[in-house]
Structures are given as structure tokens and as C-alpha cells.
């Protein structure tokens, strides 16, 4: 079956413009997860979506990072203003949500490479 | 508060040679611990987990960890390295049960020498 889509799989923008990074999750899935991968910090949480739930949105490091989710299913990962130190790869993952008693594998695209000029 | 350490960000083995990738962990609650691993332009792909079970977990390409409480380790093992081995691995910790925010470590690049 179909893994984690995400588009584009590489983005280059001047410093100031608007991005927009999709993420199109495993089909029945209910949980969708965005990281960043950045040289300097590494792997890191921005938010998270379970399905009409209000999304944990603790690891989005500035105002100018917002994400949404349409209909439980397609996301995405906006970024206004793009600065230099937004350029990192940008990873989607979506999950099972099986209940409290178990944990729910995730599940990874293979990203999007965003490089701020 | 949870953390994960990888103890040396470039690993290099011959190939045929053992393979041992260092992690330790700290976290608040017994946690739940992960192998991924990344080749050059994908995404993460799970290795093998812990979730309080068997202490000795075997994942898939004949890799495998042992969660040691004492020593707060959680290190990956490989017996002999294979070319296709060649990746980055990242050691993960969550929480618990019905946790889902995953915590990774730095990362350790694994180059296998022919």
C-alpha cells in the first residue's frame, strides 16, 4: 500500500517569501505528526494532529509556522516570512491511533528539503 | 523531562566487523525506546522498539538492542556489517503508552568500509 507522501520532495526560497510543504498521510490513519531535521538541532517535534482533537502545536518554534489539516487527512506545514535558519528538512509521519495501551508506530515520508537564499 | 544521547555522530566499521551504536536515555517514567534508520534522501524507517517487554528486542536487517534500566542504555547491535548497512540511525525515546511526541537523538552515521 501507499506510504507518507510529501510535495515537494525539495523547495528553494528567497528569505521573506511564503512556503507551503503537503503532507498526505497513510490512508485510515488518524494521526499526523510534522518534525524538522536541521543540521544544527537535529530531529525535532513541531505539532501534532489526532483526529477532531484541538492539534498539540508545543513544537512550533515561532508565530510564523502554522499548520492545519483538512477533512482528518491531507496537511499542511505553512511558513511565512521564510528566514535562512528555517532551511532543514521538513518530515511528515501519520499513525494508527490505537488507544492508550499501546503505542502507535509512526510512520515517515520521505520529507521535504527546504533551502531558505 | 526525557533526552536521548548518541555517543559518536560518524561510526566506521569493516564490513563483516560488529556494529554497536551507542544510546542512552533519560526519562522521568519508564519509557518507551526506538532504533530508526535513514538512507541518503528518505525517510525514517523503524528498526525495532521496546515497549516494556522483552528486554533483548530483534529488529529487521538482523540488527538488535538490549534495554539495560541499570545503565539507562538502549544500544544497537549488529554482528556483521553489511555494505547496505551504510545509513543514518537515530535512537528515539517516548514517554509511554498513549504518548506520541518522540524525542530523538543526534544521530549517528554509520560508513562500512569494503
Known amino acids: 500500500g501507499a506510504g507518507v507522501s510529501q510535495s515537494p520532495s525539495n523547495k528553494v526560497t528567497e528569505k521573506g517569501k511564503d512556503v507551503e510543504l503537503r503532507c498526505d498521510p497513510i490512508?485510515?490513519?488518524?494521526?499526523l505528526y510534522w518534525y524538522r531535521q536541521s543540521l544544527g538541532q537535529g530531529l525535532e517535534f513541531l505539532i501534532y494532529f489526532q483526529g477532531n482533537s484541538a492539534p498539540d502545536k508545543s513544537g512550533l518554534p515561532s508565530d510564523r509556522f502554522s499548520a492545519e489539516r483538512t477533512g482528518g487527512s491531507v496537511s499542511t506545514l505553512t511558513i511565512q516570512r521564510t528566514q535562512q535558519e528555517d532551511s532543514a528538512v521538513y518530515l511528515c509521519a501519520s499513525s494508527f491511533l490505537g488507544g492508550s495501551s499501546s503505542y502507535n508506530e509512526q510512520f515517515f515520508g520521505p520529507g521535504t528539503r527546504l533551502t531558505v537564499l | 523531562a526525557q533526552s536521548v544521547t548518541q555517543l559518536g555522530s560518524h561510526v566506521s566499521v569493516s564490513e563483516g566487523a560488529l556494529v554497536l551504536l551507542r544510546c542512552n536515555y533519560s526519562?522521568?517514567?519508564?519509557?518507551?525506546l526506538f532504533w530508526y534508520v535513514q538512507y541518503p534522501n528518505q525517510g525514517l524507517q523503524l528498526l525495532l522498539k521496546y515497549t516494556s517487554a522483552a528486554t533483548l528486542v530483534k529488529g529487521i536487517n538482523g540488527f538488535e538492542a538490549e534495554f539495560k534500566k541499570s545503565e539507562t542504555s538502549f544500544h544497537l547491535t549488529k554482528p556483521s556489517a553489511h555494505m547496505s548497512d551504510a545509513a543514518e540511525y537515530f535512537c528515539?525515546?517516548?514517554?509511554?503508552?498513549?504518548?506520541?511526541?518522540?524525542?530523538f537523538g543526534k544521530g549517528t552515521k554509520l560508513s562500512v568500509i569494503p
Open positions: 490512508s485510515g490513519h488518524t494521526a
Open positions: 528515539a525515546v517516548v514517554l509511554g503508552a498513549g504518548s506520541y511526541q518522540l524525542t
Open positions: 526519562s522521568s517514567v519508564p519509557p518507551y
